[in-house]
């Protein structure tokens, strides 16, 4: 089946530093590639969705040059938190669409500002 | 936009028993009703999904309905097992490629042995 994964599971890292995040559909393409962010025992809440070859779409508010994401090739997405700060801390989930549009979400990435 | 209330926040019951999780939508385009559970700091796994074209699609111990005109979807989990406790989550979307995956808040499922 459809698997996603994400790179890193886990990342600790200082504030004012950028992290990044990549996401990879390993077994098929994916032309749309979503990233969301979940805090403890709350809901997915989306923050861009992402199609390859293109500018990524924000929902309202979130920080476009906070939270940069690129997607440049139909298998990997990436997004880059940069100048981090102990609010942004979160688990980070990125999901791949098929062509069938159902999503497959890739297992996370627990980020922490300190 | 699309708008997915979930009920209850929490569902506590005992081995055996059965549990359903109801969600309302607001966006009457909406025709892929996708239920995910979530384990604790993992993914959120597809569980079942129902497309508005059916009103209830059955896979083993677990069961969705839709109500097209009352705007409603459940799922139903009957014979539950401890290893059933997770977080479930319905959504709501258009099937089109332009289209996004809207979530309730979620529902914690406690089995209880």
């Known amino acids: 089946g459809a698997v996603v994964s994400q790179h890193p599971s886990r990342v600790i890292c200082k504030s004012g530093t950028s992290v990044k995040i990549e996401c990879r559909s390993l077994?098929?393409?994916?032309?749309?590639m979503f990233w969301y962010r979940q805090f403890p025992k709350k809901s997915l809440m989306l923050m861009a969705t992402?199609?390859?070859?293109?500018?990524?779409?924000?929902e309202q508010g979130v920080e476009k040059d906070k939270f940069l994401i690129n997607h440049a090739s139909l298998t990997l997405s990436t997004l880059t938190v940069t100048s981090a700060h102990p609010e942004d801390s979160s688990f980070y989930i990125c999901?791949?669409?098929?062509?069938?549009?159902?999503?497959?979400f890739g297992p996370g990435t627990r980020l922490t500002v300190t | 936009g699309e708008n997915v209330e979930q009920h209850p926040s929490t569902l506590s019951v005992q081995e055996g028993d059965s549990a359903v999780i109801k969600c309302t939508y607001s966006?009457?385009?909406?025709?892929?009703f996708p239920w995910y559970k979530q384990e604790l700091g993992k993914r959120p796994q597809l569980i079942i999904d129902?497309?508005?074209?059916?009103g209830e699609k059955k896979d083993q111990r677990i069961a969705v309905t839709l109500n097209k005109t009352a705007k409603h979807f459940s799922l139903h989990i009957t014979e539950t097992q401890p290893e059933d406790s997770a977080v479930y989550f319905c959504?709501?979307?258009?099937?089109?490629?332009?289209?996004?995956?809207?979530f309730g808040k979620g529902t914690m499922l406690l089995v209880s042995p």
């Open positions: 077994d098929f393409q994916a032309t749309t």
């Open positions: 999901s791949a669409r098929d062509h069938t549009y159902e999503q497959y």
């Open positions: 966006d009457s385009a909406s025709n892929y």
């Open positions: 129902i497309r508005s074209n059916v």
């Open positions: 959504a709501a979307r258009q099937n089109s490629g332009y289209s996004t995956l809207t």
């Open positions: 992402s199609n390859e070859g293109s500018k990524a779409t924000y």
